[in-house]
Each structure stands twice: as structure tokens, then as C-alpha cells.
């Protein structure tokens, strides 16, 4: 992956009405005044451009496409689609038990649901041994955490073992797009992989950092001295691109205080974080910590899904979850900064 650079957001083009238009000039010896016909011609070339600026905003374009995470039941839920410009969120998220209005067909989907893109009846699957083509065959609705999320049922079949419905945060086998769109790889590392191990002297640093931040506004039951010098335990690690190369970490570090058995606690810090290896070395983007209980029912794990390439930037599509609650984003990869670009709500309690 190449240096991102400090890319622009593109401007959108305004059409101006053409200069060598031949429009009719009326005759100044007619007996319709001349200033009226003149009147008359500039409302009708405005309102026609009007129309003309209408249709072209509403038609589709052919480099929209739509994404959607594809459930281990065969369910693909759209969350984000694509103009050729920029991102939205045009798929409805998850509502309110007893409040979801489900389509009858495919054809029943309101447009505005679709956003930049027609109605999509197929869709192609990245998944980790390969892409598939997937047809819709009904819109559905599924339950999410203390919700209910209107869906795409398709033909898919997972080759991996069915989950109950129940289950929470459901199983995902992939990313999903309409029309195809290149979706590379993100890797996933074991915690006690080489690449971990090189991250630690600067994720300690980072991680301890945010810690501060967090005993400056809410206090912490462990003192510093007693605190900073235990390396976090890196729990998940995930990189793409090579020259940078970018990193997403989850880490813990668990606290017990003075006199409780190696087996009680007292708090865990969590920690997530990215980070860059470039030329210069190992850098952090971002860290944030937050003290849980030990239960950790606030916290909230990454499902990497793939990363997007689109001209010279590049997004990375992931699930965010946890006991009570999920979400899908997109995220803008910069070399400073880590954005989001879109955040769709997908469910909690």
C-alpha cells in the first residue's frame, strides 16, 4: 500500500447552462413585447436545465455500489452504499421491536432504501476461501440484540456449522457488495505472533497514556506506579497494506488489588488502538482505554470485513460488537488519522 498522501475530498461539479446554446431570439418587430419573450425563453431554459440537473442527480451512476455484511444464515444486510463521491447510509437500521415494516418483494423496497444504486437482486460475497455470487430471493427481517433488522434472505449456504438464531452477535462469513467491487483481505494475527510482539514497546506506551486520561476524569482503583509497568496482553491483532502498514489492536490489562486470589479482580482496562509501521518506524494513529468491570459487558470487539480501494484512498469495513449491542462501519484509512465515515446502528439493548 502507498503513501495515502493528504488527498482532497473531491468537489462536486456544477453544470452550467451551455454558452453556444441556440436558443431562439425573438424578433424585436414582433408585436409580443421583446422584453416578455425574453422573459419567457430564460424561465423555460431554466426550468428545462432544472430538470435536466434533476435527472441527472437521480439517475444511478455507474460507479455506486452498495456493501452489506452476509450472516452465516444466508441473511446479507446492506449498511453503507457508494455515489462514486462519497459514502451514505440509505438502508434503514435496526428498530424498536413491533416496529419494522418489512417490503412484500424486492420491488416493494422504497428507492430512497437503495440510495445511489437501482434495486439489487444480486450480490457477490468475499469470503475467506473465495468470492461467491448470491441472488436475493426475499426481503426478511431478522433479530438483532433487543431489535429487529429489515434484510436481504439470498440463496447462500454457509459451509461452516449453523448457529442457533438466538445467537449474539449472530455469525457473519463475509462482506457483501452490488454490483462487484475488488474487497481485499485484511490479515488477522495470533496475539503472540512476531508482528505483536514488535507493536508492544509502543502500544505500552500509548496504552498507558490513555489510562491517564481516563484516571484524570473518572479516578482508578490502581495507582500508577502499581499499574504502569505490567505489559498489556494484546488479545486480537489485525494489518493490511505493507508501506504503511496499518494496525488495529485489542488489548487488556487486568487489575487485582492487594490481598484478592489469583483468580478474583478487581478492574480491566481495555484498550484499542491503531497504529502505522512506515520508514520511520512503529507510530500510533489513536489509543483509547476504558476501565470495566471484570464481566467487561461494556466492551465492544472488532470483526474485520475487508478493505475497499477506491481511486487513492482507502476505507476498511469491520463490525464492531459486544454483549448487548453491534454496529458496521467504514473507515477512512489516512496517514494521520484513522475517520469514520459511515456508522450504522445495527442493534442493542
Not at 447510509?89 to 418483494?105: H, K, M
Request: aromatic share 10%.
Amino acid at each position: 500500500m502507498g503513501d495515502w498522501g493528504t488527498h482532497q475530498p473531491p468537489i462536486p461539479v456544477t453544470t452550467n447552462p451551455n454558452p453556444n446554446s441556440q436558443s431562439p431570439i425573438p424578433n424585436p418587430q414582433s408585436p409580443i413585447p421583446y422584453t416578455r419573450r425574453v422573459g419567457r425563453t430564460a424561465i423555460d431554459t431554466a426550468a428545462a436545465f432544472a430538470l435536466l440537473a434533476a435527472s441527472l442527480a437521480a439517475a444511478p451512476r455507474d460507479d455506486a455500489f452498495a456493501v452489506g455484511v452476509l450472516r452465516r444464515d444466508g441473511i446479507v444486510v446492506p449498511f453503507a452504499a457508494f455515489d462514486g463521491r462519497r459514502w451514505s447510509r440509505p438502508w434503514p437500521g435496526a428498530q424498536r421491536v413491533g416496529e419494522l415494516t418489512v417490503p412484500i418483494s424486492l420491488s416493494a423496497v422504497p428507492k430512497s432504501w437503495w440510495g445511489p444504486t437501482p434495486p439489487r437482486d444480486t450480490w457477490h460475497a468475499f469470503l475467506p476461501d473465495g468470492t461467491r455470487t448470491l441472488r436475493v430471493t426475499q426481503p426478511d427481517w431478522v433479530d438483532v440484540h433487543c431489535g429487529q433488522q429489515v434484510a436481504l434472505r439470498t440463496d447462500y449456504t454457509s459451509s461452516r456449522p449453523a448457529a442457533p438464531p438466538e445467537a449474539k452477535p449472530y455469525p457473519k462469513d463475509g462482506l457483501a457488495t452490488s454490483p462487484p467491487h475488488a474487497v481485499e483481505p485484511i490479515e488477522i494475527f495470533a496475539p503472540d505472533a512476531i508482528e505483536a510482539r514488535s507493536l508492544l514497546p509502543v502500544m505500552h506506551t500509548e496504552f498507558n497514556e490513555a489510562e491517564r486520561r481516563v484516571e484524570q476524569e473518572y479516578g482508578h482503583p490502581i495507582v500508577r506506579r502499581a499499574r504502569e509497568g505490567v505489559l498489556p496482553t494484546i488479545e486480537a491483532l489485525y494489518a493490511y497494506g505493507d508501506g504503511p502498514r496499518v494496525y488495529y489492536v485489542e488489548a487488556i490489562r487486568p487489575y487485582r488489588r492487594l490481598g484478592q486470589a489469583l483468580d478474583q479482580c478487581a478492574a480491566v482496562a481495555s484498550g484499542t488502538g491503531w497504529f502505522v509501521r512506515d520508514a520511520a518506524g512503529i507510530r500510533a494513529l489513536t489509543m483509547a482505554v476504558d476501565l470495566l468491570t471484570c464481566r467487561r459487558d461494556a466492551a465492544s470487539y472488532m470483526l474485520p470485513l475487508g478493505v475497499l480501494r477506491i481511486d487513492d484512498r482507502v476505507y476498511w469495513l469491520a463490525q464492531f460488537s459486544g454483549w448487548d449491542h453491534e454496529r458496521y462501519v467504514v473507515l477512512e484509512l489516512k496517514r494521520k488519522s484513522v475517520d469514520v465515515v459511515v456508522n450504522s446502528w445495527a442493534g442493542g439493548c
